[in-house]
């Protein structure tokens, strides 16, 4: 439909004004001006009165850049301490839950002696995962929970890493042991992929919010 037409260009032209280098950001902003659009009644006239409420290309896109610019550091550092956190307090309780004992000597509860090392081999994931999405490095940025044969691929390269580190250094690990240890860093990186897709939805939201 012509008046379609005349929206995208709008777009494109809202888009190419705002000069957002990050391929990935532009792609939020043009999403995000598309949803906007997509309630208005289809009729030319409400279209056309919609795009002229939201404002010209011009100034529209002037007012993203200079917002942009002018807090695109403090909200990336934002975004980042968002999902590290996240990611951080899941990672914990996860590996929490799967490290404590009972000590039938003192009966308490204490801490596994593979705490420490699960605890930091996770938190080195979430910081491999949240780099390979900020450099768009898609084989580590793919929704494993969305793929069940990739996850349960994944699982068995994270156990069969495991079991040789262990081999390696002439420590005995149980095959079971490995699978469930390695079945708690896949749901921390099934999380941490998610965190980070809603974290962009969220801010691409907020920052392609109209001006004025």
Not at 113 to 138: G, M, T
């Amino acid at each position: 439909m012509a008046d379609r037409d005349v929206l995208r260009e709008f777009i494109d032209r809202i888009v190419r004004e705002s000069r957002i280098s990050d391929a990935r950001e532009r792609d939020a902003l043009r999403l995000e001006l598309e949803s906007h659009f997509a309630d208005v009644a289809d009729s030319p006239d409400a279209l056309l009165a919609a795009m002229a409420r939201f404002g010209s290309p011009s100034e529209v896109g002037d007012a993203l850049d200079r917002a942009h610019r002018g807090s695109s550091l403090v909200r990336q550092l934002w975004r980042l301490g968002l999902v590290l956190g996240g990611s951080g307090s899941i990672a914990l309780v996860l590996q929490l839950a799967t490290n404590l004992r009972r000590d039938v000597r003192s009966d308490t509860i204490v801490l596994g002696p593979a705490f420490a090392r699960s605890i930091a081999f996770s938190a080195l994931l979430i910081v491999l995962l949240v780099a390979a999405w900020e450099l768009d490095v898609e084989p580590f940025c793919a929704r494993l929970e969305r793929r069940p044969l990739r996850l349960i691929a994944t699982v068995g390269a994270l156990a069969l890493v495991m079991l040789t580190f262990h081999a390696a250094t002439n420590t005995l690990l149980a095959p079971g042991l490995a699978v469930s240890a390695s079945a708690v860093d896949v749901a921390i990186w099934t999380c941490t992929i998610a965190i980070l897709a809603r974290a962009d939805r969220r801010f691409a939201r907020v920052f392609t919010k109209p001006p004025g």
